[in-house]
């Protein structure tokens, strides 16, 4: 936005538009429509000169796609990396079960605490908020772990509602949903191939090879560090390979101290 005076109305933001394109159920409270010209050089809305003048301080918003996808529509490396996990456990069979099927209960096991709340943001935009979900990433701030949230899982299975468990350790999960549990998806550390095709999502292009021994020991958070804006498939291979021989040899270095101690 630019502002066209040094003094603020507060409360008031006009958005230059035309009217058949404005949809104005969809506006901002303080938003005003505007069908004239705005003179900036004047600092003032054009008009005849036996028309009042538009009086106030007005601050011009132009229409613009800071929130729109990108042109290309590739996803978000957390996006890519999470969705071609998922897709890898879960076949298209079972996720449309998932998107359509009634009074479910479903445990969903994924490889580290890292995972559990991007794998419940992706699970939620995937198959929509009618899932009561309990993520458990360690036992709650009671110390409970099973014990607590199983009538929870009861009263919404009993009203026809689909609850799923989102953990690294089922039995961090309340005890009747793991009872109730119609299925159980197990997401394991990301191969190569899950890797490969999630940087194809994010960068456009697959690399040309993924080892599964490069990204074995590498958490999310490794993995995604290694997606960066404007990086080309082959240079975060590069960085995943680098990050993995980082993390061998500091773990060999430690193993060698304790040896020494």
């Not at 939620?124 to 009561?132: A, I, K, P, Q, V």
């Not at 804006?229 to 240079?235: E, F, I, L, V």
Request: glycine share 10%; charged share 25%.
């Amino acid at each position: 936005m630019k502002k066209t005076k040094r003094r603020r109305s507060p409360g008031i933001a006009v958005r230059m538009a035309p009217k058949r394109l404005v949809d104005q159920h969809c506006l901002a409270p303080g938003t005003v429509l505007i069908d004239r010209v705005f003179d900036r050089d004047r600092g003032r809305f054009e008009g005849s000169d036996d028309e009042p003048e538009i009086e106030g301080n007005f601050y011009l918003e132009t229409e613009d796609d800071t929130d729109s996808p990108a042109p290309d529509g590739r996803p978000e490396a957390m996006t890519a990396l999470v969705g071609a996990a998922f897709e890898s456990a879960a076949s298209p069979e079972l996720r449309r079960r998932l998107r359509h099927g009634q009074a479910l209960c479903v445990i969903v096991l994924v490889p580290t605490a890292a995972w559990v709340l991007p794998v419940s943001d992706h699970f939620r935009r995937s198959f929509g908020d009618r899932w009561l979900q309990h993520t458990r990433s360690g036992p709650n701030w009671r110390g409970l772990g099973g014990s607590s949230g199983s009538s929870a899982v009861a009263g919404a299975l009993a009203a026809g509602r689909s609850v799923v468990g989102i953990s690294a350790d089922v039995g961090l999960l309340p005890s009747t949903l793991v009872g109730a549990a119609d299925l159980t998806i197990r997401l394991g550390p990301p191969t190569g191939a899950v890797v490969k095709a999630a940087i194809g999502r994010f960068a456009g292009r697959a690399p040309i090879e993924m080892d599964d021994a490069v990204v074995a020991e590498l958490d999310l958070d490794d993995l995604l560090a290694a997606f960066r804006p404007g990086t080309g498939a082959q240079r975060i291979a590069q960085r995943l390979a680098a990050a993995a021989a980082a993390l061998r040899a500091t773990s060999d270095l430690k193993e060698g101290n304790a040896c020494w101690s």
